[in-house]
């Protein structure tokens, strides 16, 4: 399973943007064991849990720090998940990475450790 994110950029406080992580390798419908989440990175800080989506039957979990303002979804048609991010804050620039991991937990699945696959990391920058 390879993933490649995009859609990072600049965007003032309150904006939006939406993050596209592509998945090639195996078609997104296959990968129904699969936890498929995203994952930040400021400077000098740990890389943290922003949300993670698994197959229909689970609800989306998500960080508290972006709870109501970010949405994950998956399109398994486009072998794509996307991370849409509203009300965006400076606190939330980082660099983002999707991830996916095999046969996770739900207790484990907010551990950047517990997965096993990795995108490239797209910037977003939220500033005045």
């Known amino acids: 399973v390879q993933l490649q994110a995009s859609g990072g950029g600049m965007a003032q406080p309150g904006g939006s943007l939406r993050l596209s992580c592509q998945v090639s390798?195996?078609?997104?419908?296959?990968?129904?064991?699969?936890?498929l989440g995203w994952f930040r990175q400021a400077t000098g800080k740990d890389r943290e849990f922003v949300a993670v989506?698994?197959?229909?039957?689970?609800?989306?979990a998500y960080a508290d720090s972006v709870k109501g303002r970010f949405t994950i979804s998956r399109d398994n048609a486009r072998n794509a998940v996307y991370l849409q991010m509203n009300n965006l804050k400076p606190d939330d620039t980082a660099v983002y990475f999707c991830?996916?991991?095999?046969?996770?937990?739900?207790?484990?699945?907010?551990?950047?450790?517990?997965?096993?696959?990795w995108g490239q990391g797209t910037q977003v920058t939220v500033s005045s």
């Open positions: 390798g195996r078609a997104l419908s296959t990968l129904t064991d699969y936890a």
């Open positions: 991830a996916g991991g095999k046969g996770i937990i739900l207790s484990s699945q907010r551990v950047p450790t517990q997965y096993d696959y």
């Open positions: 989506i698994r197959r229909s039957g689970y609800t989306p």
